[in-house]
């Protein structure tokens, strides 16, 4: 079955320590996204990918770093520069020309 | 003022009658506007999706927009307690087709 994959479900982070979410779609979709979830407030947007080699910043970019090697893989690293990253993290994929989101099941974040 | 507004809820129906959720934004030229259904601890569910002024209707979800006093509206009829989510309005910017904006989230819940 086709789908957006996210591991691992959830994450614990020890002061000053990175940790890497891992993101893999086969639905062949050129897009993929990082969104953080917190506790009553709508997903913002960290990076963005349109294509292998090339992602943006969103609006929180600050903390996070990204890589887009492969077109089904877009591993978001929490580092640690982010100095709030208790949150839920949520992936996901679009096709060119359509807005239409496709998530994975998220990681919840955690700092210890 | 926030992008993407709702009312956070709780909003409480009983079993059988109408949900009404409503969502404002504030980027006048925004172009395309979601409903996206989260359950706890989920990723969010596309549910519908409306492009133009008036209403549309898929089974008992109904999406109402009105660009010109810029909101929109999700309607359920019939609700049943498997509706009971938090409903996520989604509205695209207008200056990245890559960056959707979020709002908060308005919490159902259907009472049998």
């Known amino acids: 079955d086709g789908g957006i994959t996210q591991s691992p479900k959830y994450l614990f982070r020890k002061e000053g320590q990175n940790v890497t979410l891992s993101c893999e779609q086969n639905l062949n979709h050129d897009a993929m996204y990082w969104y953080r979830q917190d506790p009553g407030q709508g997903l913002r947007l960290i990076y963005y990918s349109q294509i292998v080699n090339d992602f943006q910043k969103g609006d929180i970019a600050e903390g996070y770093s990204v890589s887009r090697e492969k077109k089904e893989s877009f591993p978001l690293t929490v580092t640690s520069a982010q100095k709030n990253p208790t949150a839920f993290y949520l992936c996901?994929?679009?096709?060119?020309?359509?807005?239409?989101?496709?998530f994975g099941s998220g990681t919840q974040l955690s700092v210890l | 003022q926030k992008e993407v507004e709702q009312n956070s809820g709780p909003l409480s129906v009983p079993e059988g009658a109408i949900a009404s959720l409503n969502c404002t934004y504030s980027?006048?030229?925004?172009?395309?506007f979601f409903w996206y259904r989260q359950y706890s601890g989920k990723s969010p569910e596309l549910i519908m999706s409306?492009?133009?002024?008036g209403d549309k209707e898929d089974g008992r979800f109904t999406a109402q927009l009105n660009k010109a006093s810029q909101y929109v509206s999700l309607l359920i009829r019939d609700s049943q307690p498997s509706d009971s989510a938090t409903y996520l309005c989604?509205?695209?910017?207008?200056?990245?087709?890559?960056?959707?904006?979020f709002g908060a989230g308005t919490r159902l819940t259907v009472k049998p």
């Open positions: 409306i492009y133009s002024n």
């Open positions: 989604a509205v695209n910017s207008l200056y990245n087709n890559n960056d959707m904006r």
């Open positions: 996901a994929s679009s096709m060119p020309g359509q807005r239409k989101l496709f």
């Open positions: 980027d006048r030229g925004s172009q395309s």
